[in-house]
């Protein structure tokens, strides 16, 4: 009766407000989780899956979801239009061969109708991967690398045929040389056909009686080979180089696949990238920080003057425009370097230096009042300003 059945949208665990590929989506899961050929012998896996099968046939049409939001259960209840209960559901109609085709294609190597490109068709070959390291400064700018790699080619004895020189290879009797072969079963939808490749030609519509000896019938031969890599100027850490058709022989007269190139940087002692942008730290003297003057800045075009200002706090960031990573868009357009400066403290001074200091604090006017003995007066301290804790820092 409609009283015991569960809702729709519960069955499937989705909201009423769920799109069409939602739904399918959500169904895909049941159904490959409860589908009785996935569960033999299990009767109520086998009752989850018609469950499940009922509320995607309904939800997954629009006129029926429309009737179902409407009415519930009581729109398919009797009547010549009604579903009447699960059983009133054809299985084997076109409509719901177009619900279920797509899907149980995809589950179960092909259903219906649905049929995969065949295996002997011409096949692009696999591509090769492989991977190199190269400096910061090389993936900055660009460089050139070389690979030795063992690639195939197609056997010169037998033309790539694999069949020994004077014979040819001969149609699959198993599959006539199709590359597939094609297993019916019967399943809850009626008539289910899977189409596999050929386990006696292994998909080529070829077999081979006499092997080649110089390939032993796999139709290449292998050798090394060296491969120039061009290494892009901006390149990052992880990205990979694409070379066109440097990769495994087709299948079937099929294209060759690529190589790519994985590309890793060394860490570099000085510089940090992020993006196009190269950050790093220079140290600088007090003296350079109060009374500013020019100081060398290392970049990866080389060391640049830059001037620092009088009165430069330690933890200023400056930019130097254009001296970062040019762009694998636009070789032409370079990012920034970002220069942290960072006042130095020595960490011995002679007498004759923390008597300067002292002096200097004297004159600055920085300095704490001290009584004969060193100790600070009573009352209260001045505050301490930016020399007052240099000076205490150069104490310790």
Request: proline share 5%; hydrophobic share 30%; net charge positive.
């Amino acid at each position: 009766m409609a009283e015991s059945k569960r809702d729709y949208y519960e069955v499937l665990g989705v909201g009423k407000d769920a799109d069409a590929a939602a739904i399918k989506k959500a169904y895909r899961v049941l159904a490959k989780k409860y589908h009785p050929d996935m569960n033999p012998g299990d009767k109520e896996a086998e009752k989850k899956f018609k469950e499940a099968s009922e509320a995607y046939a309904v939800l997954s049409d629009p006129d029926k979801r429309r009737q179902y939001d409407q009415f519930g259960h009581s729109a398919f209840e009797g009547g010549a239009g009604g579903a009447g209960g699960f059983g009133g559901f054809d299985f084997n109609s076109a409509d719901f061969s177009d619900i279920f085709g797509d899907i149980f294609g995809d589950l179960f190597g092909g259903g219906g109708a649905r049929r995969g490109r065949a295996s002997n068709s011409p096949m692009k070959g696999a591509n090769i991967r492989k991977s190199i390291r190269i400096t910061f400064e090389e993936a900055v700018f660009g460089c050139q690398k070389e690979l030795d790699l063992i690639l195939k080619d197609s056997c010169t004895a037998c033309g790539g045929t694999g069949a020994k020189p004077g014979t040819s290879p001969e149609t699959c009797p198993k599959c006539g040389g199709k590359g597939q072969v094609v297993y019916t079963s019967q399943s809850f939808f009626g008539t289910v056909q899977n189409v596999q490749t050929c386990p006696n030609c292994g998909g080529s519509g070829k077999v081979i009686k006499e092997k080649c000896s110089a390939c032993a019938g796999t139709g290449y031969t292998s050798s090394k080979k060296k491969i120039q890599v061009s290494i892009p100027a901006g390149i990052d850490n992880g990205q990979s180089v694409r070379i066109r058709e440097k990769g495994e022989p087709g299948a079937n007269g099929g294209p060759r696949g690529d190589l790519l190139v994985e590309v890793n940087v060394s860490r570099h002692p000085i510089f940090q990238r992020q993006d196009v942008h190269i950050f790093s730290t220079v140290p600088i003297s007090f003296a350079q920080a109060a009374l500013g003057g020019d100081i060398r800045v290392p970049t990866v075009d080389g060391e640049v003057i830059y001037t620092v200002k009088p009165g430069t706090k330690t933890d200023t960031k400056v930019r130097l425009k254009g001296k970062g990573v040019p762009s694998l868009r636009n070789p032409q357009v370079r990012g920034d370097h970002y220069v942290t400066l960072v006042i130095q403290t020595p960490e011995k001074l002679s007498a004759e230096a923390k008597e300067a200091l002292r002096q200097f604090d004297m004159l600055t006017g920085n300095t704490l009042n001290q009584n004969k003995e060193g100790e600070e007066p009573k009352g209260k301290a001045k505050k301490k300003g930016f020399m007052d804790k240099v000076k205490e820092a150069f104490d310790e």
